[in-house]
């Protein structure tokens, strides 16, 4: 099978109008090099892996930083109210 013409942008260094974008001509993850002939699986848009497994590391390493991220946030926003409340606490009013 002759590869196409309309898939060789995947290996363009930059698409024209779009510079600075990377160049799809190897994984993402593995750095392993793709070939014209062989199979590109495609994660978040434009991001190439060399296969199903790569993809799906990427995809498990997404995920478990998004927990990460959000405990994160769980523990800032717990804090953040835990410091709210103890400035609460700290005004006392003086009665005359």
Known sequence: M???????FFFDDEL???PGMPAMDAC???AKPL????DVFMYRGDT???SEECRHEQMHLDAVCAKQ???????????TE???GQR???KVSVAS
């Open 69 to 79: 991220a959000a405990r994160r946030q769980q523990r800032f926003s717990a804090e």
């Open 88 to 90: 609460q606490s700290r």
């Open 2 to 8: 002759a590869p196409s013409l309309a898939c060789s």
């Open 28 to 30: 993402a993850l593995c």
């Open 35 to 38: 070939a014209r002939d062989s």
């Open 16 to 18: 024209l109008g779009e």
């Open 82 to 84: 835990s410091h709210r």
């Open 48 to 50: 190439p892996y060399c």
